[in-house]
């Protein structure tokens, strides 16, 4: 459905997690709409502007409101509390169809938009059964994926990116404990890496997800006996330039890495994890 016509006059961006945040950066490339942002966190890597410092203030100079969805921070949701006090129209974009429990909630109090923009067919499916009636439930396209489809590159470099999925992020802020999963992931695609003659002697370097600290690996005495290197480049397509191979244990950024011109594989092969989220992108097992 189009939805420019819910983005009426000025226009206020707040986001802080990057799924969303890249949905809505390239939802606005695609419609070349103006509006302005209230940004933190990794999304400021996406926008790379920042108009407003004051929350309130933001949101009392603007018509509509477009939040991302986090779950590592509360500032959307925080958006929303003060766009209904100031009866703002409030839209918010889901990218994904989990934790949504955990992204509208403030002080164990719920607070909703007035329209929730779903990515796709499953995420629409958990809106549908997670929202209120009230709420306006539309579906919209995947942006970031249509960006990169129209975009495509043919890799110059023959080395492979490991995109990290943050697991040990999802489950100490969930579950509040560190399993320490994606170094154990790391250690799993290092092992079937190096059993693939065709691979083994290629150069590997790690792309932290957005929400991860560098520390994380620095500071581990088993990664610094890996021969991996961290990538420096913080946006995802900037960083998919130097690679021919993209790895990663069911993450988005696999799908964009396909779509966007590299080969790119589900390491999931002799862990735990059942593969999911990757099924409808047709990524292959690893």
């Known amino acids: 459905m189009e939805i420019s016509k819910y983005l009426k006059k000025k226009v ?3 986001a802080h997690d990057s799924g969303a945040a890249n949905q809505i950066y390239y939802l606005f490339k695609n419609h070349k709409k103006k509006f302005k942002t209230l940004i933190r ?3 400021l890597n996406i926008f790379k502007k920042n108009n407003y410092n004051s929350l309130k203030n933001a949101i009392q100079t603007s018509n509509t409101i477009l939040t991302g969805t986090s779950w590592q921070s509360k500032l ?3 958006a929303i509390k003060i766009s209904k006090k100031l ?3 409030i839209i918010s974009f889901v990218d994904e169809p989990y ?7 403030l002080n164990k109090k719920f607070y909703f938009p007035n ?3 779903a990515k796709d067919s499953e995420t629409l499916s958990a809106c549908k059964k997670f929202f209120p009636k009230e709420v306006k439930i539309i579906k919209t396209k995947d942006h970031f994926l249509e960006y990169v489809k129209k975009n495509k590159i043919k890799p110059l470099s023959n080395d492979i990116v490991y995109l990290s999925s943050n697991y040990d992020g999802v489950s100490s802020k969930l579950k509040k404990k560190n399993l320490k999963m994606d170094l154990r992931l790391l250690k799993i695609f ?3 890496i190096n059993q693939k003659n065709s691979l083994k002697k290629k150069k590997i370097y790690l792309r932290l997800h957005p929400a991860e600290d560098i520390n994380k690996y620095l500071k581990n005495s088993d990664f610094k006996k890996m021969n991996i290197k961290i990538s420096k480049k913080k946006e995802l397509l900037k960083c998919l330039n130097d690679f021919k191979y993209a790895f990663g244990c069911e993450t988005y950024g696999l799908a964009i890495a396909k779509n966007y ?3 790119a594989y589900n390491n999931v092969t002799n862990t735990s994890i059942k593969p999911k989220i990757l099924r409808k992108y047709n990524i292959k097992n690893f």
């Open 87 to 89: 009866n703002k129209n």
């Open 41 to 43: 966190g990794p999304a």
């Open 99 to 105: 934790n949504l429990k955990h992204r509208f909630i």
């Open 190 to 192: 290092l092992k079937k």
């Open 115 to 117: 329209i929730i923009l």
């Open 261 to 263: 011109g590299l080969r």
């Open 76 to 78: 959307e949701v925080n």
């Open 12 to 14: 206020l961006v707040v």
